[in-house]
Every structure is written in structure tokens, then in C-alpha cells.
């Protein structure tokens, strides 16, 4: 099975920071990379899908990147509706999600 | 408008099983795969597995396999997802989410609201 690392668990960021959470795979994953967002109590959310398409309706101050083993999600310019916390999920082989990242305001 | 509504929260005994359902309503179930999510208290996600209504095919996380079994009834647009077993390892929120193909992409582009499960004596 394909094992999703995610870094860092745990963010501390101001309002207009560049904030960057990053997911790696245990094998290439060939850009099959999805993005959620689950603020507290809430379901998941799709952010972004197969590495770097935006969601409809999502802000466009996030974004995605990567390929082989490595993504990276950024949200350019931190707003406080943004504290939630972060999950990669790999769609390659079966499903794997990254162990979250839970982002925080300074 | 695409709605998937989970049977209620559940308090069950060590040694039980439990069924979650969810009903999907706005799309054609069987033309999408259920997936099934696990979120212990504090913790991140974890894929249990799916179903494919149409074909009444099913996927497991190894981890999950035993413990959880997918179905669905297309009669009535629900699937389920039966544990067994129930230690407290089990307690959890669990969600399903379809899962739609586009532009070469699987998403899971619509949740449930959770269901809670609570194993306890």
C-alpha cells in the first residue's frame, strides 16, 4: 500500500503569510494528488484535485503542485476563514490520506 | 443539490456490530462509488473502502478487511456499512463521500455529515 507522509502535523501562521503544507508519497503517484479542507466539525472539503486544478468555487489564493513522491499545497495569502486543518489524499493506487496538517493563526 | 445524509450517532457494547447507513438523494447512486472514511477523535483520515453500487463491487483497505463490510441498496439510493466486533479502537466518526471521475481525477466531491460511534460498556 502507498503510505502518505504529510508535513508539518502542525502550523502557526499570521493573517497574509504564504503558507505551504507538503504530502509525500512512498512511490510515484503520477500527480493523482487531492487536497481537503475540514474545518472543526465539519466534513471534509475538496480544495484541489490531481495535483493542481482548483476546485469550483475555491479561492484562487490556493494552489497545488508536484509530481513523482512530492506535492505541495500553498495558500498565498493566509486569511483567518483558512484555519482548518489540511489532508492530502492520494487516489493512485486505492486511497491513502497524508496524516493532516492543522493550520492556526499567530 | 447532491445530498448524502448519514444514519444517527451510536453508543454499542465491546463485542457488537453496528450499521451506518447513508442516503444519497440529487444524483444517480449507482453511477458513482461510496466511499467510507474513519476519524478517531483528534486524528487524521482513513480510508476504510468503497463500493461501486452499480456492480456491487467492493474495495477494502487491508487494514479494514473483517471488520467492515460495504453494501448497497439501489432500491432505495443507501449505502451501509456494517462493524463488527467493536473494540474501542472502533470509536469514531465515520463519513461517506461519493466519489465522482472527472478530468482524469477521482474526488470524493460530496460528504456525509458523520456518525458517530461510540463503543463502550
Known amino acids: 500500500d502507498i503510505q502518505m507522509t504529510q508535513s508539518p502535523s502542525f502550523l502557526s501562521a499570521s493573517v497574509g503569510d504564504r503558507v505551504t503544507i507538503n504530502c509525500k508519497a512512498s512511490?510515484?503517484?503520477?500527480?493523482?494528488l487531492n487536497w481537503y479542507q475540514q474545518k472543526l466539525g465539519e466534513a471534509p472539503k475538496l480544495l484541489i484535485y490531481?495535483?493542481?486544478n482548483l476546485q469550483t468555487g475555491i479561492p484562487s489564493r490556493f494552489s497545488g503542485s508536484g509530481s513523482g513522491t512530492d506535492y505541495t499545497l500553498t495558500i498565498s495569502s493566509l486569511q483567518p476563514e483558512d484555519v482548518a486543518t489540511y489532508f492530502c489524499?492520494?487516489?493512485?493506487?486505492?486511497?491513502?490520506f497524508g496524516g493532516g496538517t492543522k493550520l492556526e493563526l499567530k | 443539490e447532491v445530498k448524502l445524509q448519514q444514519s444517527g450517532d451510536e453508543l454499542v457494547r465491546p463485542g457488537a456490530s453496528v450499521k451506518i447507513s447513508c442516503k444519497a438523494s440529487?444524483?444517480?447512486?449507482?453511477?458513482?462509488?461510496m466511499h467510507w472514511v474513519k476519524q478517531r477523535p483528534g486524528q487524521g483520515l482513513e480510508w476504510i473502502g468503497a463500493?461501486?453500487?452499480?456492480?456491487?463491487?467492493?474495495e477494502y483497505n487491508q487494514k479494514f478487511k473483517g471488520k467492515a463490510t460495504l453494501t448497497a441498496d439501489k432500491s432505495s439510493n443507501t449505502a451501509n456499512m456494517e462493524l463488527s466486533r467493536l473494540t474501542s479502537e472502533d470509536s469514531a466518526v465515520y463519513y461517506c463521500?461519493?466519489?465522482?471521475?472527472?478530468?482524469?481525477?477521482?474526488?470524493?466531491?460530496?460528504w456525509g455529515q458523520g456518525a458517530s460511534v461510540t463503543v463502550s460498556s
Open positions: 440529487g444524483y444517480t447512486f449507482t453511477s458513482y462509488s
Open positions: 463500493i461501486i453500487p452499480i456492480i456491487d463491487t467492493t
Open positions: 489524499l492520494q487516489h493512485s493506487s486505492r486511497r491513502t
Open positions: 463521500a461519493r466519489e465522482h471521475y472527472y478530468s482524469s481525477s477521482y474526488v470524493m466531491d460530496a
Open positions: 490531481n495535483t493542481n
Open positions: 512511490q510515484n503517484i503520477n500527480k493523482y
